[in-house]
């Protein structure tokens, strides 16, 4: 193995760039040393601003679905009686 330095005592958090002990970062199997790039309030901090994002975006997208929807309806009501 190699002598680099090891960082058996803790690593930089890859979004606040703080250095802190190992348990405070959550598991991660995709990880090589098995632990997140982020630490754990970092990792809550992300989850919940993807959270949020998907929200706004279903949000969006069934209320465009709802105003398709309607739009479609619409047309189907129109009485035929135009030509
Ligand atoms: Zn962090």
């Known amino acids: 193995m190699g002598d680099l330095m090891t ?3 803790g690593r930089r ?5 703080e ?3 190992r348990d405070q970062f959550n598991r991660d199997s995709y990880e090589r040393d098995g632990l997140r790039i982020y630490c754990r309030p970092c ?3 992300i989850s919940a601003e993807r959270y949020a994002k ?5 949000c969006a997208n069934s209320r465009a679905r709802y105003w398709r929807n309607q739009a479609l ?3 189907e009501n129109k009485p035929s009686d135009q030509f």
């Not at 958090?13 to 760039?17: E, K, L, V």
């Not at 998907?54 to 279903?58: A, D, F, I, N, S």
């Open 73 to 75: 309806k619409a047309r």
């Open 54 to 58: 998907k929200r706004t975006e279903l």
């Open 7 to 9: 960082e058996h005592d």
């Open 19 to 21: 250095h802190k002990p």
């Open 43 to 45: 990792d809550r901090a």
């Open 13 to 17: 958090c890859a979004r606040c760039r």
